[in-house]
């Protein structure tokens, strides 16, 4: 099946560095990709829509200028996370639609942030 | 490698209950998780497993054994919105998530 590979899958920095993580599909090309965020025991929020050569579309609350997305191949978005604080501290996670579209998605493996 | 399995689609009746099943084969296990996902929409967490046993919320229970890698989501009374995609993920030693590729459930009246 179709796979996403998302690195680094564990980062400490301290606070106020910024922190890049990237989405790569394997085997496919994927049009629109999505960043989300998820605290413990609770449930996937997604942060934004990345589409391939245009801006990114952000969720209500989500600061633009603090989570930068950028997708600029069918194979690879990435997001910065700039100026990290403790709060940012969390799981994100990246998903891409299959080659058949966005009904069905494949999900990276997370990325553990922990700003200190 | 890592693996994990779980049927890729099911078919059950209103009102009846229906179980669906995951195995996996980790580096590791720091807890599984089931979600819950419509067409087109992020997944919803349902529940999460890191110790033997049944947890039951409401409709829904979830069911680990490690030793055995194994785990079970039971809907009970299920309704015609049930129908969507279930996904077990296993959180690894490294604190990475593997997916399954997830059940399409089928509810028929």
């Known amino acids: 099946g179709a796979v996403v590979s998302q690195h680094p899958s564990w980062v400490i920095c301290k606070s106020g560095t910024s922190v890049k993580i990237e989405c790569r599909s394997l085997?496919?090309?994927?049009?629109?990709m999505f960043w989300y965020r998820q605290f413990p025991k609770q449930s996937l929020m997604l942060m934004a829509t990345s589409n391939e050569g245009s801006k990114a579309t952000y969720e209500q609350g989500v600061e633009k200028d603090k989570f930068l997305i950028n997708h600029a191949s069918l194979t690879l978005s990435t997001l910065t996370v700039t100026s990290a604080h403790p709060e940012d501290s969390s799981f994100y996670i990246c998903s891409a639609g299959g080659p058949g579209g966005n009904e069905k998605l494949f999900f990276g493996s997370g990325t553990q942030l922990s700003v200190l | 490698g890592q693996n994990i399995d779980q049927p890729t689609e099911m078919t059950a009746t209103e009102g009846a209950i229906v179980q669906i099943n995951c195995t996996y084969q980790t580096s590791g296990f720091n807890g599984l998780f089931w979600y819950q996902q419509h067409a087109g929409e992020a997944p919803t967490f349902l529940s999460y497993?890191?110790l033997d046993g049944l947890e039951e919320k409401g409709r829904f229970s979830s069911f680990l054994s490690r030793s055995k890698g194994y785990s079970y989501l039971l809907l009970k009374e299920l309704q015609m919105k049930d129908s969507a995609s279930y996904l077990c993920a296993v959180l690894d030693s490294n604190y990475q998530l593997i997916w399954g590729a997830g059940t399409k459930l089928i509810i028929k009246p």
């Open positions: 497993n890191v």
């Open positions: 085997d496919f090309q994927a049009t629109t």
